[in-house]
Protein backbone atom coordinates (compact mmCIF):
# COMPACT_ATOMS: atom_id res chain seq x y z
CA UNK A 1 0.00 0.00 0.00
CA UNK A 2 2.56 2.48 1.13
CA UNK A 3 4.26 1.91 -2.83
CA UNK A 4 0.83 3.25 -4.49
CA UNK A 5 0.50 5.99 -2.52
CA UNK A 6 4.31 6.74 -2.93
CA UNK A 7 3.55 6.24 -6.98
CA UNK A 8 0.66 8.79 -6.52
CA UNK A 9 2.81 11.31 -4.90
CA UNK A 10 5.32 11.32 -7.41
CA UNK A 11 2.47 10.96 -10.25
CA UNK A 12 0.39 14.49 -9.24
CA UNK A 13 4.14 15.87 -8.37
CA UNK A 14 5.21 15.30 -11.92
CA UNK A 15 2.14 16.49 -13.42
CA UNK A 16 1.85 19.74 -11.13
CA UNK A 17 5.52 20.52 -12.46
CA UNK A 18 5.01 19.74 -16.30
CA UNK A 19 1.47 21.77 -15.89
CA UNK A 20 3.61 24.95 -14.39
CA UNK A 21 5.97 25.02 -16.53
CA UNK A 22 3.37 24.95 -19.71
CA UNK A 23 1.66 27.62 -17.72
CA UNK A 24 5.61 29.82 -17.55
CA UNK A 25 5.90 29.15 -20.89
CA UNK A 26 2.35 30.38 -22.56
CA UNK A 27 3.05 33.54 -20.21
CA UNK A 28 6.22 33.81 -22.24
CA UNK A 29 4.41 33.63 -25.08
CA UNK A 30 2.23 36.29 -24.37
CA UNK A 31 4.63 38.37 -23.13
CA UNK A 32 6.73 38.40 -26.34
CA UNK A 33 3.55 38.91 -28.05
CA UNK A 34 2.21 41.69 -26.59
CA UNK A 35 5.92 43.83 -26.59
CA UNK A 36 6.71 42.60 -30.07
CA UNK A 37 3.20 42.41 -31.86
CA UNK A 38 2.77 45.44 -34.68
CA UNK A 39 -0.53 45.10 -36.33
CA UNK A 40 -0.32 45.35 -39.87
CA UNK A 41 -0.74 48.59 -41.97
CA UNK A 42 -3.48 49.90 -44.12
CA UNK A 43 -1.98 49.60 -47.33
CA UNK A 44 -4.61 52.22 -49.19
CA UNK A 45 -7.82 53.15 -49.55
CA UNK A 46 -9.25 50.03 -51.41
CA UNK A 47 -8.47 46.27 -51.76
CA UNK A 48 -5.74 45.25 -54.48
CA UNK A 49 -7.21 43.78 -57.41
CA UNK A 50 -6.19 40.47 -57.77
CA UNK A 51 -4.87 38.87 -60.71
CA UNK A 52 -6.66 36.98 -63.63
CA UNK A 53 -4.12 34.36 -63.00
CA UNK A 54 -4.55 33.90 -59.45
CA UNK A 55 -5.89 30.30 -58.32
CA UNK A 56 -8.11 29.78 -55.51
CA UNK A 57 -6.58 29.98 -52.02
CA UNK A 58 -8.65 26.41 -50.91
CA UNK A 59 -9.89 24.12 -53.12
CA UNK A 60 -12.57 22.08 -51.42
CA UNK A 61 -14.99 19.02 -52.65
CA UNK A 62 -18.47 20.98 -51.61
CA UNK A 63 -20.40 17.25 -51.25
CA UNK A 64 -23.28 17.68 -49.63
CA UNK A 65 -23.58 21.35 -49.34
CA UNK A 66 -26.27 23.52 -50.63
CA UNK A 67 -24.68 26.95 -52.60
CA UNK A 68 -26.97 28.61 -49.51
CA UNK A 69 -24.41 26.95 -46.93
CA UNK A 70 -21.29 27.99 -48.91
CA UNK A 71 -22.58 31.20 -49.13
CA UNK A 72 -23.31 31.85 -45.29
CA UNK A 73 -20.08 30.52 -44.49
CA UNK A 74 -18.21 32.88 -47.45
CA UNK A 75 -20.19 35.84 -45.77
CA UNK A 76 -19.01 34.90 -42.24
CA UNK A 77 -15.57 34.90 -43.43
CA UNK A 78 -15.45 38.21 -44.74
CA UNK A 79 -17.36 39.96 -42.37
CA UNK A 80 -14.83 38.43 -39.88
CA UNK A 81 -11.95 39.64 -42.16
CA UNK A 82 -13.15 43.08 -42.46
CA UNK A 83 -14.05 42.92 -38.31
CA UNK A 84 -10.09 42.32 -38.32
CA UNK A 85 -9.45 44.72 -40.62
CA UNK A 86 -8.17 42.54 -43.12
CA UNK A 87 -9.69 43.21 -46.30
CA UNK A 88 -11.49 40.14 -48.32
CA UNK A 89 -11.28 41.92 -51.48
CA UNK A 90 -13.58 40.41 -54.43
CA UNK A 91 -14.63 36.92 -53.14
CA UNK A 92 -15.82 34.57 -56.02
CA UNK A 93 -17.39 31.15 -54.99
CA UNK A 94 -17.67 28.10 -57.56
CA UNK A 95 -19.31 25.16 -56.99
CA UNK A 96 -17.94 21.71 -59.14
CA UNK A 97 -20.53 19.95 -60.51
CA UNK A 98 -21.73 16.80 -58.88
CA UNK A 99 -20.86 13.83 -59.91
CA UNK A 100 -23.64 11.84 -61.98
CA UNK A 101 -24.73 8.47 -61.89
CA UNK A 102 -23.16 7.32 -59.01
CA UNK A 103 -23.89 9.39 -56.40
CA UNK A 104 -21.60 10.72 -53.53
CA UNK A 105 -17.85 9.34 -53.48
CA UNK A 106 -19.06 7.77 -49.94
CA UNK A 107 -21.53 5.75 -51.80
CA UNK A 108 -18.86 4.87 -54.24
CA UNK A 109 -16.16 3.80 -52.25
CA UNK A 110 -18.92 1.68 -49.90
CA UNK A 111 -20.00 -0.41 -53.19
CA UNK A 112 -15.95 -0.39 -53.99
CA UNK A 113 -15.65 -2.24 -50.62
CA UNK A 114 -18.81 -4.52 -50.56
CA UNK A 115 -16.68 -5.67 -54.00
CA UNK A 116 -13.22 -6.15 -52.14
CA UNK A 117 -15.44 -8.47 -49.81
CA UNK A 118 -17.11 -10.60 -51.78
CA UNK A 119 -13.56 -11.00 -53.95
CA UNK A 120 -11.95 -12.22 -50.34
CA UNK A 121 -14.99 -14.53 -49.61
CA UNK A 122 -14.73 -16.12 -53.12
CA UNK A 123 -10.63 -16.96 -52.67
CA UNK A 124 -11.53 -18.26 -49.11
CA UNK A 125 -14.15 -20.58 -50.48
CA UNK A 126 -12.03 -21.77 -53.34
CA UNK A 127 -9.25 -22.66 -50.67
CA UNK A 128 -12.21 -24.70 -48.60
CA UNK A 129 -12.84 -26.50 -51.90
CA UNK A 130 -9.54 -27.38 -52.82
CA UNK A 131 -8.81 -28.83 -48.89
CA UNK A 132 -11.85 -30.71 -49.22
CA UNK A 133 -10.90 -32.50 -52.45
CA UNK A 134 -7.13 -33.05 -51.03
CA UNK A 135 -9.02 -35.00 -48.03
Do not use: C
Not at 120 to 135: G, T
Amino acid sequence: MDRLIYALQVTLIGFSVVMAILFLLYLVFELFNRIFHRPAKAEGPGPSAPSRDAKPAVLSSSAGLSPRIVAAITAAVAGYMQAEGLSPGKITVTLPPRPTGTGSSWVAMGRKRLLEGSLELERLRLRRNRYREKI
